[in-house]
């Protein structure tokens, strides 16, 4: 397997839609594992850097919804398209109200999957960017001595630096120093880049 290729893990109970799935994915370069219960999915899982979830909502044992309950429990973040029946419509909605990617009913074509597919491995892509972001920021904010953060949060409150000083009961030089280290150790290049970490980590 190619590290770079996606990897779509299929859960269903028909063999023959499993055996048609393979086929598909390997034929547009796509990486494909299959299991017949939710369980042995878990049991097989393991994280890939791009990948998603072909889920049947109704399976033998535990349901697609069951499962979609214990991956959100395991923080199991990758994300879920539901394979329906007509009948199961409402519960695909439930599935997407907790935070299923899409619903396909079933019968579907080829090209109806891999296009939900793609958009959902973007998403996923675009999520993981973001959260890598926000943890960097979070370290950043982190790294800032309790001072500097005093003066970071009356930086972005929009006070200048002279009432900060007063606030503060520390010189206007001092304060100014402590803000071009906040900016430094942060990496913000501007107020508005700042003003967007601080409300990130909820100052």
Known sequence: MN???PTVFVVDDDPDLLRDSKFLFDSVG????TFLTADAFL?????????CLVLDIRLP?????ELQKKMEELQIDIPIIMITGHADVQMA???????????????FRDQ?????INEALVASSRSQDRKVHDQDVAE?????TPREKEVARLVVSGKPNKVSAYELGVSQRTVEIHRARVMRK?????LADLVRMALLVDT
């Open 93 to 107: 909605v439930t599935a997407m109200r907790r935070g299923a990617f899409d619903f396909i009913e079933k019968p």
């Open 61 to 65: 044992g535990m349901s697609g919804l």
């Open 30 to 33: 796509m990486h494909c594992e």
């Open 140 to 144: 950043k904010w982190a790294s800032l």
């Open 3 to 5: 590290s770079l290729q």
């Open 112 to 116: 109806v999957l891999l296009n939900s």
């Open 186 to 190: 942060t990496g913000a290049e501007s």
């Open 43 to 51: 049991e097989a899982y393991e994280p890939k850097p791009s990948s």
